[in-house]
């Protein structure tokens, strides 16, 4: 896993395997703020860079932009390991108990590779609340409980699904895992209203004011 430094405050984790995956770290007063669980691989490396880039700094919470399997995929050794619990919209939250099923991943894979979490570990994100210097923002349509969270301080967003980066150019999110593309983009309209200078797209990139470019993607529907 590749750690690079975005902001001040936000640092982005990225493996490309088999599709570009990247997860963030955002450091404050307190400690730090996971978003996201990427996959399994990125664990390892994410346990060294707390160790050493962050000087050991306690990790104080982990937040998910949604449940999909690349999003998730080291919290189960993290969660084991750290008794932290993972907090997404509570819409999404059925969906990583296992009561409800994406019917967006591969046909026929649903959530095969969801392991299911235990009730007690997941928590309900205070869509009012700031977490370590992050505001959540409900941007459904990837999938219903999709969440981005804006980081007003850097004027980062970092958009899980939302969108895609594609060589610094803001696209859709991915047609096949996306459950109502409409709406996707109208949420996307969240960076028209926040105008942030760079948001973070989870495959795989940062793309410099989305906004503008954003006029284009909705254009081209
Ligand atoms: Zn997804």
């Known amino acids: 896993m590749k750690l690079k430094q975005l902001t001040?405050?936000?640092?982005?984790?990225?493996?490309?395997?088999?599709?570009?995956?990247m997860i963030w770290i955002v450091e404050d007063r307190?400690?730090?703020?996971?978003?996201d669980g990427g996959?399994?691989?990125?664990?390892?490396?994410?346990?060294?860079?707390?160790?050493?880039?962050?000087?050991g700094r306690s990790l104080n919470r982990i937040l998910l932009?949604?449940?999909?399997?690349?999003?998730?995929?080291?919290?189960?050794?993290l969660t084991e390991s750290l008794q932290l619990p993972v907090t997404a919209h509570e819409i999404e939250i059925p969906f990583l108990t296992g009561e409800r099923s994406y019917t967006t991943l591969r046909q026929g894979s649903k959530n095969k590779d969801i392991k299911p979490f235990a009730p007690n570990i997941l928590q309900p994100l205070d869509m009012k609340g700031n977490y370590g210097g992050l505001v959540p923002f409900h941007t459904p349509g990837h999938c219903l409980g999709h969440v981005a969270y804006y980081h007003p301080e850097d004027n980062i967003l970092l958009a899980g699904d939302l969108?895609?980066?594609?060589?610094?150019?803001?696209?859709?999110?991915?047609?096949?895992f996306t459950a109502n593309m409409e709406?996707?983009?109208q949420s996307g309209a969240i960076v028209k209203r926040l105008q942030p200078r760079l948001t973070a797209c989870a495959h795989c990139g940062v793309v410099k004011?989305?906004?503008i470019?954003?006029?284009?993607?909705?254009?081209?529907?």
């Open 163 to 176: 969108f895609t980066a594609f060589f610094d150019k803001l696209r859709r999110p991915i047609e096949k």
């Open 30 to 35: 307190d400690g730090l703020t996971l978003v």
């Open 65 to 77: 932009t949604h449940g999909h399997s690349d999003h998730v995929g080291m919290l189960y050794a």
């Open 183 to 185: 709406e996707s983009l």
């Open 39 to 55: 996959l399994p691989s990125m664990w390892n490396p994410m346990h060294e860079a707390i160790r050493t880039t962050f000087r």
């Open 8 to 21: 001040r405050h936000v640092w982005a984790g990225y493996v490309y395997w088999p599709l570009p995956v």
């Open 213 to 221: 470019q954003y006029i284009n993607l909705v254009k081209n529907n």
């Open 209 to 211: 004011d989305a906004s």
